[in-house]
Nanobody, 129 residues
Framework: EVQLVESGGGLVQAGGSLRLACAAS????????IGWFRQAPGKERDWFSC????????YYADSVKGRFTIFSDNAKKTVYLQMNNLKPEDTAIYYC??????????????????????WGQGTQVTVSS
């Protein structure tokens, strides 16, 4: 069974840092790009980052560019998300998801939920002011 498990969420002050992890099992990790989405209360679930495990290309939404870094440890089948300079508006449930492709970009950037067949349960990140 395909499983994705997020960890590392919690409460942090504005300007602080957190590192999230997404551990994968049940599928060939190297064959799938891994994306990150987040959903704040009352808002839609939005894509903000992706890493290609096979080709090690990374992509970021403007809202997190320069603050968040995504990287993949293929040996551990784990994708990490380093979040620095956190802001209260970063407060959300954070989800990792596995795409059905090697790449984060096929016929355009895969930034929609439909491009990711497999999802974790999410981890809460709360940034206080």
């Amino acid at each position: 069974e395909v499983q994705l498990v997020e960890s590392g969420g919690g409460l942090v002050q504005a300007g602080g840092s957190l590192r999230l992890a997404c551990a994968a099992s049940g599928f060939t990790f190297d064959d799938h790009a891994i994306g990150w989405f987040r959903q704040a209360p009352g808002k839609e679930r939005d894509w903000f980052s992706c890493v290609s495990s096979s080709y090690r290309n990374t992509y970021y939404a403007d809202s997190v560019k320069g603050r968040f870094t995504i990287f993949s440890d293929n040996a551990k089948k784990t994708v990490y998300l380093q979040m620095n300079n956190l802001k209260p508006e970063d407060t959300a449930i954070y989800y990792c998801a596995a795409a059905g492709e090697y790449y984060c970009s096929g016929y355009g950037l895969m930034n929609g939920m439909r491009e990711y067949p497999y999802w974790g349960q999410g981890t809460q990140v709360t940034v206080s002011s």
